[in-house]
C-alpha cells in the first residue's frame, strides 16, 4: 500500500492506522515527521510497514539517546544532564556506523566529530517545519474532586474527623430504601408526560388541555437530556417495574388524542400508546371520581408488590436532583389517598385466606 | 606552556563553536516537533530544561532518519535501474520511488538495526495457496 504523497492521502491512511496499529498520539506523530523527512529525501510514496518501522526506530533512538545521557549525568553526580552528556550519547549510538574523530581517546567532547557531522548537516539541508501543530501533551485531565466538608458547610459527624476531608456521600447511595418502587414510577410518569408534550407538539390542530405544567414539561425536557434513563420511552412490560398507574385524567386525554391524532402522532408514540391501550380501557370501565384530582391505581398486574404511601409524606429517597420528581411525588401521595384502602382490605382478606389455607396443610404435615 | 595555550585556544574554539552552534538551533525548526522530543525523553529519565538540547536532539535525530532514508533511496534506485535495463515499457510506472521494508531494512543493517519483514501475511484463508486449488 502506498501513500499518494501529499498530506490529504497521508492524512486518511492516518486515520485508518489510528484504528488498527496506531496506539498513541505520539507515535502518530512520529510517523507524520519521519514521512516529512522521508519526503525531502526524494521518496515519493511508503509502504505502510515501513514507515511503521522506522517511526518505531525513531522513537527507539530518542529514547536510547536519551537513557545513555542520562546514565552518562548519573555517572558525574547530576541529575539534569548537559550538552557533554549528549554528545556522549551521541558518540554511542554513532559508534557503529563510524565518526571522525571516533579513535581518538582523548579529545575534547565539544569538537567531537559527531557534533561537526550535525553542525554540518543543519547548514546543508533544507528546513522543514513540523505539518501541523502539536499541543502539549500529555494532557493531564481535571479530575472533579468531591468537596470536603468545610466546602459543603457540612458538620463532620464526629470529632476525629477534620472538616478538610471530603464529604461522605448522601446516605441514598448506600442505604437500601424501599422507595426504589416509587422512584421507577416516578421515572415512568415523566416519561408519560415527556411523550404526551410530545404527542402535543405533533398534533397541532388539536385543542388538548395540557396536563402538565409547562414549566414541568421543560424541566421533564431537561431531565431527559440530562438523565439517561428518560430518554427513551420504555415499552410497557420492558422494564420490571411495579404497576402502572395512569391517572384517568390523562389517560382520558390521551385517548381522545390517540383517536384524532393518530395520523399526525410518531410510529413511536402510537405504539406507546397502544401498549397502553388496555390499561387505557381498563382505566375507563372504572368509575374515577376526579373531583379532587383523586385517581386509582391499575392494581391487576403485579398484585404481590405491597407499598404504603401515606398522604403528606415526602419521599425521601430522590437521590436524582431532578425538583419536579418532588412535586409529582406529593401528587402522587394525594391520589392515593383513601381508593387503596378497598383494594388493600381485599388483598388482606386474600392473604388471610391463604394463610388459613397453608395452616390446616402445615398441620397435616406434621 | 605553549601548547597547554594552544590547547586551551583550541578548546575555547571548541566551545565557542559549540556555543554558537546552539544559539543557531534556536532559529532552525527541526522536522521532529519539540513536544515529542520531550515526550520521550522524559520517558526515558532525560531531565533538562534547556531547549537548546531539546532541539539538538531533535536535530541528531533527523540527522539520522535522513542517513537511514538517503541509503534506502540509493537501494530503490539501484533496484530501478536493474529493473529498467531490462524491460524499457515500465519506465514511466518505476518512477515512483517508494520506501520499501526491503530497501529499509538493508540500511537498517548498517545503523545496526536488524529489521526482518515478513515474506507473506496470511490473512486470508488462500494465502500461499496455488492459484488454481483457491475456491473463489
Given at each position: 500500500?502506498?501513500?499518494?504523497?501529499?498530506?490529504?492521502?497521508?492524512?486518511?491512511?492516518?486515520?485508518?492506522?489510528?484504528?488498527?496499529?496506531?496506539?498513541?498520539?505520539?507515535?502518530?506523530?512520529?510517523?507524520?515527521?519521519?514521512?516529512q523527512?522521508?519526503?525531502?529525501?526524494?521518496?515519493?510514496?511508503?509502504?505502510?510497514?515501513?514507515?511503521?518501522?522506522l517511526s518505531?526506530?525513531?522513537?527507539?533512538?530518542?529514547?536510547?539517546?536519551?537513557?545513555?545521557?542520562?546514565?552518562?549525568a548519573?555517572?558525574?553526580?547530576?541529575?539534569e544532564?548537559?550538552?557533554?552528556?549528549?554528545i556522549?550519547?551521541?558518540?554511542?549510538?554513532?559508534?557503529?556506523?563510524?565518526f571522525?574523530?571516533a579513535?581518538?581517546?582523548?579529545?575534547?567532547?565539544?569538537?567531537?566529530?559527531?557534533?561537526?557531522?550535525?553542525?554540518?548537516?543543519?547548514?546543508?539541508?533544507?528546513?522543514?517545519?513540523?505539518?501541523?501543530?502539536?499541543?502539549?501533551?500529555?494532557?493531564?485531565?481535571?479530575?472533579k474532586?468531591?468537596?470536603?466538608?468545610?466546602?459543603?458547610?457540612?458538620?463532620?459527624?464526629?470529632?476525629?474527623?477534620?472538616?478538610w476531608?471530603?464529604?461522605f456521600?448522601?446516605?441514598?447511595?448506600?442505604?437500601?430504601?424501599?422507595?426504589?418502587?416509587?422512584?421507577?414510577?416516578?421515572?415512568?410518569?415523566?416519561?408519560?408526560?415527556?411523550?404526551?408534550?410530545?404527542?402535543?407538539l405533533?398534533?397541532?390542530?388539536?385543542?388538548?388541555?395540557?396536563?402538565?405544567?409547562?414549566?414541568?414539561?421543560?424541566k421533564?425536557r431537561?431531565?431527559?437530556?440530562?438523565?439517561?434513563?428518560?430518554?427513551?420511552?420504555?415499552?410497557f412490560?420492558?422494564?420490571?417495574?411495579?404497576?402502572?398507574?395512569?391517572?384517568?385524567?390523562?389517560?382520558?386525554e390521551?385517548?381522545?388524542?390517540?383517536?384524532?391524532?393518530?395520523?399526525?402522532?410518531?410510529?413511536?408514540?402510537?405504539?406507546?400508546?397502544?401498549?397502553?391501550?388496555?390499561?387505557?380501557?381498563?382505566?375507563?370501565?372504572?368509575?374515577?371520581?376526579?373531583?379532587?384530582?383523586?385517581?386509582?391505581?391499575?392494581?391487576?398486574?403485579?398484585?404481590?408488590?405491597?407499598?404504603?404511601?401515606e398522604?403528606?409524606?415526602?419521599?425521601?429517597?430522590?437521590a436524582?436532583?431532578?425538583?419536579?420528581?418532588?412535586?409529582d411525588?406529593?401528587?402522587?401521595?394525594?391520589w392515593?389517598?383513601?381508593?387503596?384502602?378497598?383494594?388493600?382490605?381485599?388483598?388482606?382478606?386474600?392473604?388471610?385466606?391463604?394463610?388459613?389455607?397453608?395452616?390446616?396443610?402445615?398441620?397435616?404435615?406434621? | 606552556?605553549?601548547?597547554?595555550?594552544g590547547?586551551?585556544?583550541?578548546?575555547?574554539?571548541?566551545?565557542?563553536?559549540?556555543?554558537?552552534?546552539?544559539?543557531?538551533?534556536?532559529?532552525y525548526?527541526?522536522?521532529?516537533?519539540d513536544?515529542?522530543?520531550?515526550?520521550?525523553?522524559?520517558?526515558?529519565?532525560?531531565?533538562?530544561?534547556d531547549?537548546?538540547l531539546?532541539?539538538?536532539?531533535?536535530?541528531?535525530?533527523?540527522?539520522?532518519?535522513?542517513?537511514?532514508?538517503?541509503?534506502?533511496?540509493?537501494?530503490?534506485?539501484?533496484?530501478?535501474?536493474?529493473?529498467?535495463?531490462?524491460?524499457?515499457?515500465?519506465?514511466?510506472?518505476?518512477?515512483?520511488?517508494?520506501?520499501?521494508?526491503?530497501?529499509?531494512?538493508?540500511?537498517?543493517?548498517e545503523?545496526?538495526?536488524?529489521?526482518?519483514?515478513?515474506?507473506?501475511?496470511?490473512?486470508?484463508?488462500s494465502?500461499?495457496?496455488?492459484?488454481a486449488?483457491?475456491?473463489?
Amino acid at each position: 500500500m502506498s501513500d499518494g504523497g501529499g498530506e490529504s492521502g497521508r492524512e486518511s491512511d492516518r486515520a485508518t492506522k489510528r484504528k488498527s496499529s496506531d496506539r498513541d498520539f505520539p507515535q502518530a506523530i512520529a510517523k507524520i515527521a519521519v514521512a516529512q523527512i522521508c519526503e525531502s529525501a526524494g521518496f515519493q510514496g511508503f509502504q505502510q510497514s515501513a514507515l511503521e518501522t522506522l517511526s518505531e526506530v525513531v522513537v527507539r533512538y530518542i529514547r536510547e539517546l536519551g537513557k545513555t545521557a542520562h546514565t552518562y549525568a548519573n555517572s558525574a553526580c547530576r541529575t539534569e544532564c548537559n550538552i557533554f552528556d549528549i554528545i556522549q550519547g551521541l558518540e554511542d549510538l554513532a559508534s557503529l556506523q563510524g565518526f571522525s574523530g571516533a579513535s581518538d581517546s582523548d579529545h575534547c567532547l565539544a569538537g567531537s566529530g559527531t557534533v561537526r557531522e550535525i553542525v554540518q548537516y543543519v547548514s546543508e539541508a533544507e528546513e522543514i517545519p513540523f505539518a501541523h501543530s502539536v499541543p502539549h501533551f500529555p494532557v493531564i485531565r481535571d479530575r472533579k474532586q468531591t468537596p470536603s466538608f468545610l466546602q459543603i458547610g457540612e458538620e463532620p459527624p464526629g470529632d476525629h474527623i477534620p472538616d478538610w476531608l471530603p464529604a461522605f456521600p448522601d446516605p441514598q447511595t448506600y442505604v437500601h430504601s424501599p422507595v426504589t418502587l416509587e422512584q421507577a414510577r416516578q421515572h415512568k410518569k415523566a416519561e408519560w408526560s415527556l411523550l404526551n408534550l410530545q404527542q402535543q407538539l405533533a398534533c397541532n390542530g388539536l385543542e388538548g388541555p395540557s396536563m402538565i405544567d409547562p414549566g414541568d414539561a421543560a424541566k421533564a425536557r431537561r431531565a431527559a437530556e440530562t438523565n439517561p434513563f428518560l430518554s427513551a420511552p420504555l415499552h410497557f412490560g420492558e422494564k420490571g417495574v411495579s404497576p402502572v398507574f395512569l391517572p384517568a385524567k390523562l389517560s382520558n386525554e390521551a385517548v381522545v388524542e390517540n383517536q384524532a391524532g393518530e395520523n399526525h402522532a410518531v410510529a413511536n408514540h402510537v405504539s406507546v400508546l397502544e401498549t397502553f391501550a388496555p390499561a387505557i380501557e381498563l382505566m375507563k370501565s372504572r368509575s374515577c371520581e376526579s373531583e379532587e384530582g383523586r385517581k386509582k391505581v391499575l392494581s391487576n398486574q403485579r398484585p404481590a408488590v405491597q407499598f404504603k404511601i401515606e398522604i403528606g409524606k415526602k419521599s425521601t429517597g430522590t437521590a436524582l436532583d431532578l425538583s419536579f420528581q418532588n412535586k409529582d411525588v406529593e401528587k402522587i401521595t394525594s391520589w392515593f389517598g383513601k381508593d387503596n384502602e378497598k383494594d388493600d382490605k381485599k388483598r388482606r382478606a386474600e392473604k388471610i385466606l391463604k394463610e388459613s389455607m397453608k395452616n390446616p396443610q402445615e398441620l397435616a404435615q406434621l | 606552556m605553549n601548547q597547554n595555550q594552544g590547547g586551551n585556544d583550541a578548546r575555547h574554539d571548541d566551545d565557542s563553536a559549540l556555543s554558537d552552534f546552539l544559539a543557531s538551533l534556536m532559529d532552525y525548526t527541526p522536522t521532529i516537533p519539540d513536544e515529542l522530543v520531550e515526550h520521550y525523553l522524559a520517558k526515558s529519565g532525560f531531565q533538562c530544561p534547556d531547549v537548546r538540547l531539546i532541539r539538538l536532539v531533535a536535530v541528531a535525530t533527523q540527522k539520522f532518519v535522513a542517513e537511514v532514508a538517503s541509503d534506502a533511496l540509493q537501494q530503490c534506485k539501484a533496484r530501478q535501474s536493474a529493473v529498467v535495463k531490462d524491460k524499457r515499457d515500465k519506465q514511466q510506472k518505476d518512477k515512483r520511488l517508494i520506501l520499501t521494508m526491503e530497501d529499509l531494512s538493508k540500511a537498517l543493517r548498517e545503523c545496526g538495526v536488524n529489521v526482518k519483514h515478513q515474506e507473506y501475511f496470511a490473512d486470508s484463508p488462500s494465502t500461499g495457496m496455488d492459484p488454481a486449488s483457491r475456491d473463489e
